[in-house]
T-cell receptor, first 114, second 111 residues
Framework: EAQVTQNPRYLITVTGKKLTVTCSQNMNHEYMSWYRQDPGLGLRQIYYSMNVEVTDKGDVPEGYKVSRKEKRNFPLILESPSPNQTSLYFC?????????????FGPGTRLTVL | GENVEQHPSTLSVQEGDSAVIKCTYSDSASNYFPWYKQELGKRPQLIIDIRSNVGEKKDQRIAVTLNKTAKHFSLHITETQPEDSAVYFCAARDTGNQFYFGTGTSLTVIP
């Protein structure tokens, strides 16, 4: 089954404790992206990657890191989480070809930083 | 950078009526405009999209129109049904492949 998976789905942590949210897709998509969703603010792009070893900052990259060492994986790293990073996080992937560029979203990770 | 504004933030319609959601964007070079539907507790899912070289696209009860000159695009849902109730997001992709989303419209279809 074609899908985007994220782990963990729920996480409660404390300020300053490093964490990683994993994202994996099995559709051989070149493009992968991380978003955070906050009430009233919609979805905001954190980082995106056009292909392996290529990453770019989105609209709200501060406090986050990513890596793209393999095509299928795009982990989101919070080196020192703070309460303002409490949010719902979505990973997404898509083809880069010039045709339809539908992004497929993962199920989401709800992060609470105390 | 790009700025996408979406209106209205909430919309209630009677079942069978039409619903229209409007978005404006600021970067005239943006080239791809998707619309996503997000049901409560679920992930966003693409419902329709349009590229900058097309003015209108239709898929059954859903249509999107794009006015490049005015830099706005709209989602039209006809013959609304209760299962259309959800939050809808518009988005724009710039030439650097970065996506910018609107703040969402909560649509309620009243049976």
């Amino acid at each position: 089954e074609a899908q985007v998976t994220q782990n963990p789905r729920y996480l409660i942590t404390v300020t300053g404790k490093k964490l990683t949210v994993t994202c994996s897709q099995n559709m051989n998509h070149e493009y992968m992206s991380w978003y955070r969703q906050d009430p009233g603010l919609g979805l905001r792009q954190i980082y995106y990657s056009m292909n392996v070893e290529v990453t770019d900052k989105g609209d709200v990259p501060e406090g986050y890191k990513v890596s793209r060492k393999e095509k299928r994986n795009f982990p989101l790293i919070l080196e020192s989480p703070s309460p303002n990073q409490t949010s719902l996080y979505f990973c997404a992937s898509s083809l880069v070809a010039s045709g339809r560029n539908e992004q497929f979203f993962g199920p989401g990770t709800r992060l609470t930083v105390l | 950078g790009e700025n996408v504004e979406q209106h209205p933030s909430t919309l209630s319609v009677q079942e069978g009526d039409s619903a229209v959601i409007k978005c404006t964007y600021s970067d005239s070079a943006s080239n791809y405009f998707p619309w996503y539907k997000q049901e409560l507790g679920k992930r966003p899912q693409l419902i329709i999209d349009i590229r900058s070289n097309v003015g209108e696209k239709k898929d059954q009860r859903i249509a999107v129109t794009l006015n490049k000159t005015a830099k706005h695009f709209s989602l039209h849902i006809t013959e609304t049904q209760p299962e259309d109730s959800a939050v809808y997001f518009c988005a724009a992709r710039d030439t650097g492949n970065q996506f910018y989303f609107g703040t969402g419209t909560s649509l309620t279809v009243i049976p």
